[in-house]
């Protein structure tokens, strides 16, 4: 069991000293993969990035990872010219797909400090291996109170390896209940019925991620520059 996070409920309010001072932070700009991350990370950053500036963006996978992450950060920018920045890609390492381009931060970096982008602190990854689904089976017990299968039916030993499992497990465990899974918006009520606290209490990479965007929230240091 990972170390507990700061975990936020309900529609609490910014004070309003909060508000003055918040364009003096970094802003934790999450470079999403698709639209299924789009839709975890919203219900992540309600639960536990309150009060921090946070700002996700889609890139829904339209080719090369690298290309659109640098596409989306200099769009964002240029569209944003007096904030102060933190990059975290939220991608899926698709380990098993041997045609998908792998994220390289250091490349992004490097093209970053070419451009001079000194508003850009830092750039980091949270990486799920191999995709955003095998998260899921962390849950296991979500996903089948979900599936509305029996006790009977259920075998949580055949899941209790998240890193070894992908969307296709995860297609083929609605299937076998008679139902769908279809990635994307349309997946919308399921996550919202998993335990999102239980995923990010027991995924090590998601988990680091979330503790890094808090800890780096309120830090001006340029880590990115000062390499």
């Known amino acids: 069991m990972l170390p507990t996070l700061r975990i936020f409920w309900g529609n609490r309010k910014v004070p309003k000293h909060t508000l003055k001072t918040s364009r003096d932070k970094p802003v934790s700009l999450m470079i999403l993969e698709g639209d299924t991350e789009e839709v975890f990370y919203t219900i992540v950053k309600k639960r536990f990035l309150f009060g921090i500036r946070v700002e996700l963006r889609n890139i829904k996978g339209r080719g090369n990872i690298n290309k659109d992450v640098l596409g989306e950060v ?124 239980k995923i990010v209490s027991n995924c090590t990479e998601l988990h680091t991620g979330i503790e890094l965007i808090q800890q780096q929230a309120n830090d001006l240091t340029n880590h990115l520059f000062s390499k």
Do not use: H
């Open 74 to 197: 200099y769009k964002y920018t240029y569209n944003n010219r007096i904030d102060i920045v933190r990059t975290y890609c939220c991608v899926d390492t698709e380990r098993q797909k041997q045609s998908a381009t792998p994220l390289d931060l250091d490349f992004i970096r490097e093209q970053l400090k070419i451009r001079n982008m000194n508003k850009i602190l830092s750039v980091n990854a949270i990486s799920a291996d191999p995709e955003i689904e095998s998260w899921f089976f962390y849950d296991i017990e979500g996903i089948y109170k979900f599936l509305q299968a029996k006790k009977s039916q259920r075998s949580k030993k055949r899941y209790t390896n998240p890193k070894n499992l992908c969307k296709k497990d995860l297609q083929q465990l609605f299937s076998r209940f008679g139902k769908v899974y279809i990635p994307g918006n349309r997946a919308l009520n399921f996550i919202r019925n998993l335990d999102i606290e």
